[in-house]
C-alpha cells in the first residue's frame, strides 16, 4: 500500500505571495492532520479534517487554511508569507481520527525570502 | 502543551538495548501513550502505542508503570539507523475531536 505522499516536496518563496501544498494520504484513511515543523517552536498542530469538514483546528492565524476533497486528498493554504513561515510542512493521514496511529509523509520543506 | 516530560538527549552503544523514559503524570485513565521517533528531515514515524499493559511490536517494547504515571520505550538492539528523535505523546482531547501533542522529544545517538 502506497504511503502518504505530498507535493512539492521544495518550495522556495517571497514574502507576501501565497502558497498551496498538497497531501495524498493512504488509500482508505479518511482523516488528515497538518503540522508544522520548525527549530524553535517543533512540531505544531495546523488542523484536521474527516470527511471534507475541518474538525480541528490550533492556534494559526487565519493566514493558514485548508480544504479536504471526496477522495480524502487535501491541500493547505498559506496567504501572505512571513519569513516566519518558512518551516517543514508535515501530512499525517489516519483511518477516522488523528488517534488512530497516523502515517507521516516526507514533508515539503517551505523556504520563504 | 504537551503532556508529557523526556530527556532532551541519550547515547546508546550499537548492539546494546535503549531505554528512553517517558513521565505523564497527568495522564487519564482513558488516554493512550504513543511512541513515534523522526530520522533527520524525514516524516515522524510511528513506533507503538499502549493504555496500561506491557506492549511489544517488531520496532520496539513499550512499559507502562501500574500507575501509568511515566513510561519507557525500549528498542532491544539499538542500531546506528535508530538515531532520531523520540516523542512520547499522550492523546488530548479537545471539543469532541481529538490531536497528537508533540513536545521536544529525546534526541537518541546510537554510537558504534
Known amino acids: 500500500k502506497a504511503g502518504v505522499t505530498q507535493t512539492p516536496r521544495y518550495l522556495i518563496k517571497t514574502r507576501g505571495q501565497q502558497v498551496t501544498l498538497s497531501c495524498s494520504p493512504i488509500?482508505?484513511?479518511?482523516?488528515v492532520s497538518w503540522y508544522q515543523q520548525t527549530p524553535g517552536q517543533g512540531l505544531q498542530f495546523l488542523f484536521e479534517?474527516?470527511?471534507?469538514?475541518?474538525?480541528n483546528k490550533g492556534n494559526f492565524p487565519g493566514r493558514f487554511s485548508g480544504r479536504q476533497f471526496s477522495n480524502s486528498r487535501s491541500e493547505m493554504n498559506v496567504s501572505t508569507l512571513e519569513l516566519g513561515d518558512s518551516a517543514l510542512y508535515l501530512c499525517?493521514?489516519?483511518?477516522?481520527?488523528?488517534?488512530?496511529?497516523?502515517?507521516f509523509g516526507p514533508g515539503t520543506r517551505l523556504t520563504v525570502l | 502543551d504537551a503532556k508529557t516530560t523526556q530527556p532532551p538527549s541519550m547515547d546508546c552503544a550499537e548492539g546494546r538495548a535503549a531505554n528512553l523514559p517517558c513521565n505523564h503524570s497527568?495522564?487519564?485513565?482513558?488516554?493512550?501513550v504513543y511512541w513515534y521517533r523522526q530520522i533527520h528531515s524525514q516524516g515522524p514515524q510511528y513506533i507503538i502505542h499502549?493504555?496500561?499493559n506491557n506492549e511489544t511490536n517488531e520496532m520496539a517494547s513499550l512499559i507502562i508503570t501500574e500507575d501509568r504515571k511515566s513510561s519507557t520505550l525500549i528498542l532491544p538492539h539499538a542500531t546506528l539507523r535508530d538515531t532520531a528523535v523520540y516523542y512520547c505523546?499522550?492523546?488530548?482531547?479537545?471539543?469532541?475531536?481529538?490531536?497528537?501533542?508533540f513536545g521536544k522529544g529525546t534526541k537518541l545517538t546510537v554510537n558504534p
Open positions: 479534517y474527516f470527511s471534507e469538514t475541518q474538525r
Open positions: 488509500s482508505g484513511h479518511r482523516s
Open positions: 497527568t495522564i487519564s485513565g482513558n488516554e493512550y
Open positions: 499502549g493504555l496500561k
Open positions: 499525517a493521514s489516519s483511518l477516522d481520527s488523528p488517534v488512530d496511529t497516523q502515517y
Open positions: 505523546i499522550v492523546r488530548v482531547a479537545t471539543g469532541g475531536s481529538e490531536k497528537l501533542v
